[in-house]
């Protein structure tokens, strides 16, 4: 059974700071990795993909990958109160039409 | 900015019928996907398809489900005989395949089964 944890939160922030959401994943074969945003009754809105040890940047935004520690981790830096969603970490064996397996999300509050 | 676009947005149906959610995925994507999500909870994988057939499907995707391709834009998930528990916001997604796998989701058709 593939599982993907995520602490549910509130994770609460204050607008300006760092932002800081972690997962984990029980899949060791796991190949991509990806942070969705979703907002109340939204549909899931792609923010970062990471498929390689290490980090990537994406303008506020950076994915970091541990695969020997099986950890995903997001940072937004200079938090908006736009970024208080739900973040939703999603996982893919990296077979051709196989599902994402999706954790439950970390509410994000950015308080102003 | 090519999208994934799904009608309707809002189905209400009685408990035994059968509803069709149609989804327009995003024109050169190979792969599409059914997703839902029960309110407060997870997004859960349904079925996967491509190359005109079935290629993947979760324990959810059970026989009163189904997926279709009619024609060359839309995708359809067919739910024969709803029930209560049916009741969820239903995702549609499409990638272009890949070593990214990145998948593409569309607003989403929110079914309530009374």
């Known amino acids: 059974q593939k599982e993907v944890e995520q602490n549910s939160g509130p994770l609460s922030v204050p607008e300006g700071a760092i932002a800081s959401l972690n997962c984990t994943y029980s899949d060791r074969g796991s190949q991509s990795f990806f942070w969705y945003r979703q907002y109340s009754g939204k549909s899931p809105e792609l923010i970062m993909s990471i498929y390689s040890n290490g980090d990537k940047e994406d303008g506020r935004f950076t994915a970091q990958l541990n695969k020997a520690s099986q950890y995903v981790s997001l940072l937004i830096r200079d938090s908006q109160p736009s970024d208080s969603a739900t973040y939703l970490c999603a996982v893919h064996s990296g077979g051709g039409a196989d599902g994402l397996t999706f954790g439950k999300g970390t509410h994000l509050i950015i308080q102003p | 900015e090519p999208e994934v676009t799904q009608t309707p947005s809002h189905q209400v149906t009685q408990m035994g019928q059968e509803v069709i959610l149609r989804c327009v995925p995003i024109?050169?994507?190979?792969?599409f996907y059914w997703y839902r999500q029960i309110l407060g909870q997870k997004v859960e994988f349904l079925v996967s398809?491509?190359?005109?057939?079935?290629?993947?499907k979760s324990e959810i995707f059970d026989d009163q489900f189904s997926v279709e391709r009619p024609d060359g834009s839309n995708f359809t998930l067919k739910i024969r005989s709803t029930k209560l528990e049916d009741s969820a916001m239903y995702f549609c997604a499409s990638g272009a395949g890949g070593p990214e796998e990145t998948q593409y989701f569309g607003p989403g058709t929110r079914l309530l089964v009374l």
């Open positions: 398809f491509y190359n005109n057939e079935i290629s993947e």
């Open positions: 024109s050169n994507h190979l792969y």
